[in-house]
C-alpha cells in the first residue's frame, strides 16, 4: 500500500509537450499532432478542475490492472518515483517480465532513478513513443508530465489496442469516436464528442442500452437535469453487466470540467465488453405484431379485431397492448394471452365498437416494439372490406430455397389480382432475427416481382401480408443450405515452401465434394489482393496458381458452391529467394581423431536458391581436400581425413553469403595421460592371489575422442590389419603373456580380467603405438598359500623331547616373496612362549627352531604375509618327558651316560641352601662327541615354580660337571640336563626337587 499525500495544487508549465528541457535526457520521436494539441490545450486552460479529474481517473486506472499484484498507487506524484509501480504496471499490461535489471527496494535516488530508466527502456522496446518526459520528471513528481505518461499507457495499451484493424480515416480520436456511434447505432443517437454530450447521462444509458438491450429499458425518458443521477446509474449498471470499471466518477463526467482524455479512458472500456452471463438484457426490436387487429384489413365495428404478438426471440419481459378509440367513444377492452406452441407468442382480440380510428400501443419491456403506436381505421363499408389474402397466388424458389445459395439472387412473384384493392407487403427476416433488404418491382397491374439477396446460410422467415393480413402460409420457412460438401475438397501443396520469384501451383480437387463453383481469394500480408489463375478441366480438377511479390505469410480463401472451404483460409509463407541462415550444419564434435575420416552434413532444404561452396583449411591456411556426396535435394554429406594435428577452419557459403566458419580441433587418436587404470592389485600392495581372478578397469572415457579399439597385445600378430588403440600385456613369473578377458561395460569403459597360475611378480603394460602408457609397465605380486608347504617336528604331535630344541621347515619358494611370521604358546596358562628362531638357508626356505624346555601342548602360529597357514589355525605340537637312559638322536646313534643325579643334593632342601648337582658322563661320549664335531658341554637349566630360570654357575673337572644353584622360591623345582653338538639335538632328560622353607 502506497501512502497518501495532499495533491500539490501548483503546476507550472515547465517544458510542456512539444518542449526540451534543458539538460534532460529524453526520448523523442513523432507523435500525432491532434493529440498533443488537445493536452496541450487543456495544459493551458484557466481552468485546472480537469487535472483533478484526470488524475483521480487515470489513478482509478492504474489501480485496475495493479491489483493483479496487490499494489495500490495512491498518489501519483510520489507512489511512483522509485520504479516500482511503473514496472509492475507494464508488465501486468504487456503480459511480458521487465527483466531482472531493477532494484526491488530501492533506497537512495540512484536506485531509485535506474528503476525509472528501466520503464523508459522497457517501452522504447515496446515501441512505445513518448515525448519529452525523461526519469527525472516522474522521480520528482511533476503531475503534469506524470499524467502525460499515464495516457501514453492508456492510449498505447488500451485504446490504440482496440483500434489497430480500423483502417478508416482520421486520427485515433475520430477513430474511438467512430467506434463508439456504431455501438450507438440501434438507437439512432450519436456522439459528436468527448465532453459536453456525455455531461447529462442520457448517452452513456443509450450506450449501455444499445450493448445490452433491457438493461435501461427507460432510456429515452430520463430527465437530462438528473445528471450526477443518470451518469450513476449508467456507471454501476455497465461495471455490473458488462464488466466495465467504473474509472471516473459520475460528478466528474457530470461536471463541466470533465476532459475528453479522462472520457477516452472510460468509454474505451465499452470497445470490447461482453454481456455477463444472468443479465436482464431484451430485445424490444425483436418483437413482431401482426394481424387485422394492427393492419385494420377487414374489420368493421362491432366485429372482434384479432391480433398476434411474437416476443418468442425478445427475451424475458412483459408485453403490454392498449387500445385507445376515436374521440369520445368508449374505452375499449383488450383481452389477451400467450398460449399455444411457441413460448413468448401472445395472441387476442378486441372489439371495436365505432367507427374511426383506433390506436393500437404494443410494448415490451415498456418500449414500443417496432412501427407501434398502430393506427387502424374501421368503417362501416370500405375498400379494405373487400380484401381476401386467400386469394393472392405467390410462387418462385425465393420461397422454397431451392438451387438458391448465398449472395444469390432469391426471387418469388405475387398476384394479388383478384384478392381486393390493396398492396401486398413483404418482410424478410434472417437466420440471425435481423431485418434483409429486398426489391421489388410491379410487374404489370396486380402483380409484383420480389428479389433479395440471402448473405449466409440458415433459414429465412418471408412474411406476404395483404391488406394487413397474412397469407394463410405465411411466414414462409425459406432454408438456404448448401448444394455442396466442402468438407470433401481436397487442397494439395500448400505446405510447400514458396520463395519470392516462384510461381506454385496449388492443386484443389472436387470430385467428390458435389456440383459447385470455385472461388478463391488471395491476400498479401500488406493487404493488398494479389492477382491468381484458377482453371479448372471441368472434371473436378482445379489449379490455383500465384505470383508472389512480397515476404510474409499469404492467405488463399476458398469457396466452393458459396461454402468456405474447411480450415480456411490458408495461409502460405514467402520467403526470400534465398536464405543462407536457413542452412544447417551438423558437425557433431568439434574434437576430431588425426588420420580418421571425419563426416559432416550440411542442410539446405530451408534456405532456397542458391550455390553450396564448402572449403576446409588446415592451420597453415591450406586448403583440404574434401569429398562430398549429395544425399538429395539440399542434403549434402562432407568427408575429409586431417593428417596433421592443429585447428581445421570448415567455411560454408551459400549463395555468396557466408554461412558458418566452424573450428575443428584434431588431435591423436587417444590421449594418454587421460586414461585411468585401476583395480587388483594396481592402486594397492596388495598381492594377488593364484587361482583368484584379477580385474582391472580401464576408463579411456576422457581420453578418446570418439570409439576405442583395445585389444591384447600379441607379439606373433602385428600386422596393419590388427591395429588397435590401446594394447594390454601381462607378463607372469615365467616371462610368458597371460591370457586377458577385455570387456566394454559403457562407452569407453574396459573390464579386464586373468587368472595369475602361478606365484611371483607379475608385469602389467598398457601401451598405444609403443608409447607406453603413464605408469606403466605396473608390477603385480601374486601368491599362492597352497603351495607353501609346511612340515618337520616342530609342528607334529610327537618326536619333540622335553629340554631340548625342535624345529620345523616352512618351504615358500613358490608362494611369492612375502615376510614370515611364527608365533609359540606353550603349554599352560600360555605365559611361557618361547622364541623362535627363523633362518633363510635359500630364498623362500625358512628353518624355525625354538625351545621345547616345558612337556605337554604348544601352539604354533604361522603368517606368510598377510595371511595364516592351516587355515588360519594354530599346529599343535606336543613335548614328551624321558627317564635317565640312552635314546637316539634324528641324525645318528649316540649314547649318553649319567651316572647318577643329585647324589650330593635331597630331595627337598632349604631357600637358604645351595645346591650341588654334580654330572657326570663316560668317555664314550666325549670321543662320539669328537667324532660327529666339536663338543659342547651339557646344560643345565633349573626352573622354578613360576617357570623362571633359577641363576646358575657351572664347573668342570675330570669329566665331571657341578651346577650351584642359589633358589629363591619355595615349590617345585625343576632340573633340565640337555646335551646336544652343534645344532644337532641328542636328547634331554628332567628331574624334580622340592624347595622348602
Known amino acids: 500500500m502506497y501512502r497518501d499525500r495532499p495533491i500539490p495544487m501548483e503546476y507550472a508549465m515547465g517544458t510542456g509537450f512539444g518542449l526540451t528541457k534543458p539538460g534532460a535526457v529524453t526520448m523523442t520521436t513523432q507523435v500525432n499532432e491532434d493529440e498533443r494539441q488537445c493536452y496541450l490545450d487543456d495544459v493551458i486552460s484557466e481552468n485546472v478542475g480537469w487535472i483533478r479529474i484526470q488524475e483521480k481517473t487515470f489513478k482509478r486506472w492504474m489501480n485496475e490492472h495493479l491489483k493483479h499484484r496487490k499494489l495500490e498507487v495512491e498518489d501519483i506524484t ?113 456522439a459528436k464528442n468527448f465532453t459536453g454530450d456525455w455531461n447529462d447521462g442520457t448517452l452513456l444509458a443509450c450506450l449501455v442500452n444499445c450493448i445490452a438491450p433491457g438493461l435501461i429499458p427507460n432510456y429515452t425518458i430520463l430527465n437530462p437535469d438528473d445528471k450526477v443521477e443518470n451518469v450513476k446509474m449508467a456507471m454501476d449498471l455497465a461495471e455490473t453487466w458488462l464488466g466495465v470499471p467504473k474509472l471516473l466518477a459520475p460528478e466528474d463526467m457530470a461536471s463541466t470540467s470533465a476532459d475528453d482524455l479522462s472520457n477516452m479512458t472510460y468509454l474505451s472500456g465499452f470497445l470490447d465488453c461482453k454481456v455477463k452471463e444472468g443479465a436482464p438484457v431484451v430485445y424490444p426490436n425483436r418483437c413482431i405484431a401482426r394481424g387485422p387487429g394492427v393492419s385494420g384489413v377487414g374489420l368493421l365495428p362491432g366485429k372482434p379485431a384479432t391480433f398476434e404478438i411474437d416476443a418468442s426471440k425478445c427475451g424475458a419481459g412483459d ?221 473436378g480438377h482445379h489449379t490455383l496458381k500465384i505470383n508472389p511479390s512480397e515476404m510474409g505469410t499469404h492467405t488463399i480463401s476458398l469457396v466452393y458452391g458459396k461454402v468456405p472451404v474447411p480450415h480456411g483460409p490458408f495461409s502460405v509463407k514467402v520467403r526470400p529467394e534465398s536464405e543462407p541462415d536457413k542452412v544447417k550444419v551438423q558437425i557433431e564434435n568439434s574434437v576430431i581423431r588425426l588420420g580418421e575420416p571425419t563426416k559432416f552434413k550440411i542442410d539446405s532444404t530451408e534456405a532456397g536458391n542458391g550455390d553450396l561452396v564448402v572449403r576446409i583449411l588446415d592451420s597453415l591456411g591450406n586448403e583440404v581436400e574434401v569429398d562430398h556426396d549429395q544425399n538429395g535435394y539440399g542434403l549434402d554429406t562432407f568427408t575429409f581425413t586431417p593428417k596433421k594435428e592443429g585447428d581445421y577452419v570448415v567455411d560454408v557459403t551459400f549463395a555468396g553469403e557466408p554461412v558458418t566458419e566452424a573450428r575443428l580441433a584434431a588431435e591423436p587418436r587417444l590421449k594418454l595421460d587421460k586414461l585411468n587404470i585401476f583395480g587388483d592389485g594396481l592402486n594397492s600392495n596388495k598381492p594377488l592371489k593364484v587361482g583368484e581372478e584379477c580385474k582391472m578397469t580401464i576408463d579411456a572415457s576422457r581420453a578418446m575422442t570418439g570409439d576405442i579399439v583395445i585389444r591384447e597385445k600379441d607379439p606373433n600378430k602385428m600386422g596393419a590389419e590388427d591395429h588397435a588403440d590401446l594394447e594390454l600385456l601381462v607378463v607372469g613369473p615365467d616371462g610368458r603373456p597371460v591370457t586377458l578377458e577385455i570387456e566394454e561395460s559403457e562407452p569407453g569403459v574396459f573390464k579386464v580380467a586373468f587368472t595369475p597360475d602361478k606365484a611371483g611378480n607379475y608385469l602389467f603394460v598398457a601401451e598405444s603405438e609403443g608409447v607406453a602408457a603413464p605408469k606403466c609397465p605396473i608390477p603385480l605380486k601374486a601368491r599362492g598359500l597352497k603351495s607353501v608347504k609346511v612340515y618337520g617336528p616342530g609342528i607334529e604331535p610327537s618326536g619333540n623331547l622335553c629340554g631340548f630344541d625342535t624345529h620345523f621347515v616352512v618351504d615358500a619358494r613358490e608362494a611369492g616373496e612375502e615376510q614370515l611370521f611364527v608365533d609359540i604358546v606353550g603349554p599352560g596358562t600360555g605365559e611361557f612362549k618361547p622364541v623362535p628362531t627363523i633362518t633363510e638357508p635359500k630364498k623362500g626356505l625358512f628353518n624355525i627352531k625354538y625351545d621345547v624346555s616345558l612337556h605337554n601342548n604348544y601352539d604354533v602360529n604361522v603368517k606368510y604375509g598377510e595371511d595364516s597357514l592351516n587355515q588360519g589355525k594354530p599346529y599343535k605340537p606336543k613335548v614328551h618327558t624321558h627317564s635317565v637312559g640312552a635314546f637316539p638322536s634324528t641324525r645318528r646313534r649316540v649314547e649318553i651316560q649319567i651316572t ?25 661320549f666325549k670321543s662320539t662327541a669328537k667324532v660327529c664335531g666339536p663338543a659342547q658341554p651339557p646344560t643345565v637349566k633349573v626352573i622354578g615354580p613360576a617357570r623362571k630360570l633359577v641363576d646358575t654357575k657351572t664347573s668342570v673337572k675330570d669329566s665331571t660337571y657341578k651346577i650351584r644353584a642359589s633358589p629363591v622360591e619355595v615349590g617345585a623345582h625343576k632340573v633340565v640336563v640337555r646335551c646336544s653338538d652343534s645344532d644337532l639335538v641328542y636328547g634331554s632328560f628332567s628331574n624334580m626337587f622340592e624347595i622348602t622353607k
Open 78 to 190: 510520489e507512489d511512483l518515483n522509485d520504479g516500482l509501480a511503473l514496472i509492475n504496471l507494464l508488465e501486468v499490461l504487456s503480459h511480458k517480465s521487465i527483466g531482472r535489471n531493477y532494484t526491488k527496494k530501492p533506497r537512495i535516488n540512484a536506485q531509485k532513478m535506474e528503476n525509472i530508466v528501466a520503464t523508459f527502456n522497457f517501452m522504447k522496446g515496446e515501441g512505445i513513443k513518448i515525448v519529452n518526459i525523461d526519469s527525472t520528471d516522474i522521480m520528482q513528481g511533476n503531475m503534469k508530465l506524470t499524467l502525460g505518461l499515464i495516457w501514453t499507457l492508456i492510449f498505447n495499451y488500451q485504446i490504440a489496442a482496440n483500434l489497430k484493424d480500423d483502417n478508416s480515416g482520421g486520427g485515433p480520436k475520430k477513430k474511438l469516436l467512430n467506434k463508439i456511434n456504431q455501438k450507438l447505432q440501434p438507437s439512432g443517437r450519436k
Open 319 to 539: 408485453v403490454v397492448v392498449t387500445v385507445d378509440g376515436p374521440e369520445g367513444s368508449d374505452p375499449v377492452k383488450v383481452e389477451y394471452s400467450a398460449g399455444g406452441d411457441t413460448p413468448g407468442v401472445y395472441t387476442g382480440s378486441y372489439h371495436p365498437k365505432d367507427e374511426g380510428e383506433y390506436t393500437v400501443n404494443v410494448t415490451f419491456c415498456g418500449v414500443d416494439v417496432p412501427k407501434a403506436p398502430f393506427k387502424v381505421k374501421i368503417y362501416n363499408d370500405g375498400p379494405r372490406n373487400k380484401v381476401d389474402p386467400k386469394k393472392v397466388k405467390v410462387e418462385g424458389p425465393g420461397l422454397t430455397g431451392d438451387m438458391i445459395l448465398p449472395d444469390e439472387n432469391a426471387w418469388f412473384k405475387i398476384n394479388y389480382l383478384e384478392a381486393g384493392p390493396a398492396e401486398p407487403k413483404v418482410e424478410i427476416v434472417g437466420p440471425d432475427s435481423q431485418p434483409i433488404a429486398f426489391n421489388v418491382e410491379q410487374d404489370g397491374k396486380g402483380e409484383q416481382y420480389v428479389s433479395y439477396k440471402p448473405p449466409k446460410f440458415g433459414m429465412y422467415n418471408v412474411a406476404v401480408n395483404f391488406g394487413g393480413m397474412p397469407l394463410p402460409n405465411s411466414p414462409y420457412k425459406v432454408k438456404i443450405s448448401p448444394k455442396v460438401d466442402a468438407s470433401k475438397v481436397k487442397v494439395a501443396g500448400l505446405a510447400q515452401i514458396v520463395r519470392i520469384g516462384d510461381s506454385p501451383v496449388f492443386n484443389i480437387d472436387t470430385t467428390t465434394a458435389g456440383e459447385g463453383k470455385m472461388e478463391a481469394q488471395v491476400v498479401s500480408p500488406s493487404g493488398k489482393l494479389l492477382d491468381f489463375v484458377l482453371d479448372d478441366d471441368d472434371a
Open 900 to 924: 647318577h643325579l643329585s647324589l650330593e643334593a635331597p630331595s627337598s632342601c632349604s631357600v637358604d641352601d645351595y645346591i650341588d648337582i654334580r654330572l657326570k658322563y663316560a668317555q664314550r
